[in-house]
């Protein structure tokens, strides 16, 4: 019983939270830029996921949908992020070396 009644709360959030936004758009609450963001359908499954882990025993569908949306979103990230790669590298062996200077070593004593 209680797994039907997490549903529903999930879902009746979900549709509230829609509702919300479409009325919203409707009014013209929101700039032109903004409203490009919240209604690109690639951001729903991210909304829901959200939705689903702050209000869903089970985290599993929440989690699906957050990964589908990153998904739909993954070109975006790739363009986002294409110039953090070029400090990974320095990054990993930064953090590699402190760890072998300051971490604690099975041989120290």
């Known amino acids: ?13 979900s ?8 009325l919203a758009r409707q009014l013209d609450i929101f700039p032109r830029e903004i409203s490009d963001i919240i209604f690109d359908f690639k951001n729903y499954p991210l909304i ?7 209000t869903h025993k089970n ?22 992020t294409q110039h953090v790669s070029d400090f990974i590298w320095p990054f990993l062996l930064i953090i ?3 760890i072998l200077v300051f971490g604690k070593g099975k041989g120290r004593k």
């Open 1 to 13: 019983m209680t797994l039907q009644k997490d549903n529903r709360l999930a879902w009746g959030i």
């Open 48 to 54: 829901i996921g959200v939705i689903f882990i702050l």
């Open 96 to 98: 590699a070396g402190a």
């Open 15 to 22: 549709l509230l939270v829609f509702g919300f936004i479409l």
């Open 59 to 80: 985290k599993n569908i929440g989690l699906v949908l957050i990964v589908v949306g990153l998904f739909f979103r993954l070109s975006d990230i790739i363009r986002w």
